[in-house]
């Protein structure tokens, strides 16, 4: 299994460009999520899906949507970026709320 | 849920145990004590998790007082690959809803193994 993967690893972006970040896991897993991390803090949830056509705003979703179409995919797609969106991203997936595995991390610049 | 506090920092010496401590003093009845690190710039990872009893997989030991305010989590013998910033998480766990299953992340405590 190759687990929680996640591309692009980096991109940089000009303010009021968009872009999707895509997520991907093949433990068929229910519970989906994305988070970011800002620099020196921890993850904040942005977005969870608990099955494919169900998604959920986290604490900061404002800037960002998801989708989720089937059980393996979720992509979050920013719209008009921002410099406050720079940040790492995190997608995870869970079966049951138990423990989450989580992806390498997409690292956003935005200029 | 529950919020913990950490030590910022911790450093041990390589080979032997690391203590982490977590207090969770407002924990309710019902929420679990979750362990996991994050390497530099890595995703997290799970280590551990507990109610109240005391439990040990492979890669560490979590020890729950009785009254369950605090939490330990012990690496017996530290190693170098052990270095990252570890976070310990009090929440509900159980199916009633993708919200309960959310992790919310602190700024953990920071250890360093050296050598």
């Known amino acids: 299994n190759a687990g929680v993967t996640q591309t692009p690893k980096f991109r940089i972006l000009k303010i009021g460009q968009s872009m999707t970040l895509q997520c991907t896991q093949d433990?068929?897993?229910?519970?989906m999520y994305w988070y970011r991390q800002d620099p020196g803090m921890g993850l904040k949830l942005i977005y969870y899906s608990v099955g494919a056509g169900i998604t959920d705003k986290g604490e900061v979703p404002n800037g960002y949507n998801v989708s989720r179409s089937t059980t393996e995919d979720f992509p979050l797609r920013l719209e008009l970026a921002a410099p406050s969106q720079t940040s790492v991203y995190f997608c995870?997936?869970?079966?049951?709320?138990?423990?989450?595995?989580f992806g390498p991390g997409t690292r956003l610049t935005v200029l | 849920d529950a919020k913990t506090t950490q030590p910022p920092s911790m450093d041990c010496a390589e080979g032997r145990a690391a203590n982490l401590p977590c207090n969770h003093s407002t924990i309710s009845g019902n929420e679990y004590v979750y362990w996991y690190r994050q390497i530099h710039s890595q995703g997290p990872q799970y280590i551990i998790h507990g109610l109240k009893n005391n439990e040990t997989n492979e890669m560490a030991s979590l020890i729950i007082t009785e009254d369950r305010k605090s939490s330990t989590l012990i690496l017996p013998h530290a190693t170098l690959r052990d270095t990252a910033v570890y976070y310990c998480?009090?929440?509900?766990?159980?199916?009633?809803?993708?919200?309960?299953?959310?992790?919310?992340f602190g700024k953990g405590t920071l250890l360093t193994v050296n050598p």
């Open positions: 998480i009090v929440r509900v766990a159980g199916r009633s809803g993708g919200s309960n299953y959310k992790l919310t």
């Open positions: 995870a997936s869970s079966y049951a709320g138990a423990e989450q595995f």
């Open positions: 433990m068929n897993h229910n519970y």
